[in-house]
């Protein structure tokens, strides 16, 4: 029952090239700083990611994009990156992009056993090119599939050494959803915490979905855009 691995990089040790990766957080927001660090000291390439945006550059996903190690991308917003940009423009890197809402909800599905469902979201415009479309209820739909991943990476606040998981604050973004639709799904956390020291009315993702677990060595925490105003004189 005890999950917890000694570093992050024993952690992502197994993660082959070519490996379908979800990853937590919005923006660099509860982002598994250290998992991607360790990921990216391994070498691994030709991943296929799968998260709201990839970091900025040099930060969060950015690093493995800098790298060359992502091969494609889902994600729903990719401004702030130029290393996307280039990489996207010359040809090199795959991109599918997704509205926001269906990003999370595809996530969602996957890791409820749902294989697609309909939405109005995104109907007349490219996203639905290609896709099955419905009349629901007088109403246009397209037929929007699951996302299901070999691997998640979320961070958490706190968590115990059965992997049962409490996030903190909006940190619970894509974290929880994409712990429920990988085959394994490795947590990194701020505070390791023993079996019972968690209120079980507070946890938010339950140890069965995690596989494996580590306390993170250090967080930058870092913000993208830094805005500030005069304290009043």
């Known amino acids: 029952m005890d999950k917890t691995v000694a570093s992050p990089d024993l952690a992502v040790a197994d993660i082959p090239d070519g490996a379908t990766l979800m990853a937590g957080g919005f923006g660099l927001c509860g982002i598994p700083e250290n998992l991607i660090a360790a990921l990216h000291r391994r070498g691994v390439k030709d991943l296929s990611i799968i998260s709201n945006n990839c970091g900025i550059d040099g930060k969060g996903l950015g690093v493995l994009l800098d790298a060359g190690q992502v091969k494609r991308i889902t994600a729903s917003y990719v401004g702030e990156n130029k290393a996307f940009e280039r990489l996207f423009l010359s040809g090199q890197l795959e991109v599918e992009l997704c509205p926001q809402g269906t990003l999370a909800e595809r996530i969602r599905a996957g890791g409820a056993g749902i294989p697609a469902f309909y939405t109005a979201t995104g109907y007349g415009t490219k996203v639905a090119e ?14 929007e599939t699951a996302l299901h991943a070999d691997f998640a990476f ?5 968590g115990d050494r059965y992997g049962n998981l409490v996030f903190r604050k909006t940190t619970r973004n894509f974290n929880p959803m994409m712990a429920a639709a990988a085959r394994v799904t490795i947590a990194e956390v701020e505070e390791l915490v023993e079996p019972g020291a968690l209120d079980p009315d507070q946890i938010h993702t ?17 913000i993208e855009q830094r805005t500030t105003r005069k304290r009043p004189a």
């Open 154 to 158: 979320v961070k958490a606040w706190r």
């Open 206 to 222: 339950p140890g069965i979905y995690v596989k494996r677990i580590v306390r993170g060595p250090r967080y930058e925490k870092a």
């Open 130 to 143: 290609g896709k099955e479309t419905r009349i629901w209820n007088g109403r246009p739909t397209v037929l």
